[in-house]
């Protein structure tokens, strides 16, 4: 517990080039974290990773018939029936 507060009393006390090399860390890592994560963007759109084409729908879509059609209308069409009659 003292060597934290000993480590935490020193930073109250100005120490310039503690200081300068704390913000100079800071900002060198600020710079190479954005500088990575441009070249991942830049990389990742370029290859068609990150924004690509959209993918294509494999297989065959279900065929729907008129009669399904008609036999879903009339279901809603009760539906609708029985809500504005009250019979929830």
Do not use: C, H
Not at 12 to 33: K, N, Q, Y
């Amino acid at each position: 517990m003292e060597t934290f507060q000993k480590l935490f009393s020193s930073f109250i006390t100005p120490f310039p080039a503690r200081d300068w090399a704390i913000a100079l860390i800071l900002l060198i890592a600020l710079f190479v974290g954005l500088v990575s994560y441009a070249a991942y963007l830049f990389m990742g759109i370029r290859a068609g990773t990150i924004v690509g084409e959209a993918p294509t729908i494999s297989g065959v879509l279900p065929n729907v018939s008129r009669a399904d059609l008609m036999n879903t209308l009339e279901v809603y069409r009760i539906k609708r029936t029985k809500f504005e009659s009250g019979e929830f």
